[in-house]
């Protein structure tokens, strides 16, 4: 299990947790300030930034619904 930041703004701070198990990797992002997260699934063998990338754009889109946007 790897935690990592993806924003530095106390406000904005995105928590990262990666869960290998087998051949997939479980990424939960979580919205520090609300507590808001989001979850997804992907291949071991992609890149980390990848990964980070697909679950910082879930969270936001998310965020976004639970603010009436989607």
């Known amino acids: 299990m790897a935690e ?3 924003n530095n ?3 904005d701070e995105i ?3 990666f869960v290998t198990q087998g ?3 479980r990424v939960t992002a979580i919205h520090a300030a609300s507590g808001t997260e989001a979850s ?3 291949p071991a063998s ?3 930034a990848t990964l980070e990338a697909a679950a910082s754009r879930k969270l936001a889109y998310v965020m976004g619904k639970e ?3 989607g």
């Open 4 to 6: 990592g930041k993806a």
């Open 9 to 11: 703004d106390d406000e």
């Open 15 to 17: 928590l990262l947790e």
């Open 23 to 25: 051949n997939v990797v």
């Open 40 to 42: 997804i699934v992907g």
């Open 46 to 48: 992609a890149p980390r």
């Open 67 to 69: 603010k009436g946007e």
